[in-house]
Structures are given as structure tokens and as C-alpha cells.
């Protein structure tokens, strides 16, 4: 399978914008489904938002009107625009492959996003 590598995380204040992207080591054409989860101090993963290869999304209830998932074919390249950011949003941010109803690669080290108040 193709390797992830995370990044475009920051300090960013409340209301703030963060654009992070997913790069993979290959084609991602023929990965048909993709997503961001997202992991903050003393809770579990969460998936954040999902894009399958027909460009079908899904996102969680928390971040749904906030935040936007993408894929770049061309680059290889998945994006999760962040717009609005709240203190809770704060997490590293992790991308996998998703496979029927889990993440199905493995995990990176992700990037940090820090939303200040």
C-alpha cells in the first residue's frame, strides 16, 4: 500500500484557517476510499471526514460547515480545509486509507493542530 505523510498542522488562534495535507508515496486512483481522523489529549480517534474516489463525502457532526475534504489526483494529494477552527478542534490530525468500516493502512505520525482561545 501507498505511505502517508501528514502535514500543514500549527498554532492558530480561535476562527483561524488551517489547510493540512495528505501525501501519498503513490497513485491514490486506486484507493477508493480516504480519510482524516483526528486524536486529542485523553480521548480516542475519531474520523473527521471521509472522500471516497467518485468524490462522495462524509464528516462528522463536530466539523460538518467547517471543515472540507479534497483529493488531488494529479498531486497524489489529499487536503482538509479547516475554516472556523474551535479550541476543541485541537488534536493530531492523522490520514489513512479506509476500508469498509476502519482505517485499513498504517498510522503516521501525524500533524499537530493547536487552536488557541
Known amino acids: 500500500q501507498v505511505q502517508l505523510v501528514e502535514s500543514g498542522g500549527g498554532l492558530v488562534q480561535a476562527g483561524g484557517s488551517l489547510r493540512l495535507a495528505c501525501a501519498a508515496s503513490?497513485?491514490?486512483?486506486?484507493?477508493?476510499?480516504m480519510g482524516w481522523y483526528r486524536q486529542a489529549p485523553g480521548k480516542q480517534r475519531e474520523m473527521v471526514a471521509a472522500?471516497?474516489?467518485?468524490?462522495?463525502?462524509n464528516y462528522a457532526d463536530s466539523v460538518k460547515g467547517r471543515f472540507t475534504i479534497s483529493r488531488d489526483n494529479a498531486k497524489n494529494t489529499m487536503y482538509l480545509q479547516m475554516n472556523n477552527l474551535k479550541p476543541e478542534d485541537t488534536a493530531v490530525y492523522y490520514c489513512?486509507?479506509?476500508?469498509?468500516?476502519?482505517?485499513?493502512?498504517?498510522w503516521g505520525q501525524g500533524t499537530q493542530v493547536t487552536v488557541s482561545s
Open positions: 489513512n486509507t479506509i476500508g469498509l468500516i476502519a482505517p485499513s493502512g498504517s
Open positions: 503513490g497513485s491514490i486512483l486506486r484507493i477508493n476510499r
Open positions: 472522500i471516497t474516489s467518485s468524490g462522495s463525502t
